[in-house]
């Protein structure tokens, strides 16, 4: 495991990110706090969506014709609603 400070990080990142992918602990101290840098899971969806391998695995297709969204769906929210799901109303 490294341990190295925030102001350093800062300078060093792309190799402390290849450090970190390529499976070494990287540990950032950022005051009187600690952040670890480390690749993401494996199996994680790509970053533009499903991938070909994830969607055989999750049985793409597989809820097809269990249930129907309806046009209304795709409806305006209510002003009321609006405002509570932007945080400008009260629940």
Do not use: C, H
Request: net charge negative; proline share 8%; glycine share 8%.
């Amino acid at each position: 495991m490294t341990t190295i400070t925030l102001e350093k990080a800062q300078q060093d990142l792309p190799l402390l990110v290849n450090r970190a992918l390529a499976g070494e602990e990287i540990v950032i101290v950022a005051g009187d706090r600690l952040v670890r840098l480390a690749p993401s899971p494996a199996d994680r969806p790509a970053e533009a969506g499903f991938n070909e391998a994830t969607a055989r695995r999750r049985g793409y297709g597989s809820m097809k014709g269990q249930f129907e969204v309806p046009d209304s769906f795709f409806d305006p929210l209510p002003e009321d609603e609006l405002k509570l799901w932007e945080g400008r109303g009260d629940a």
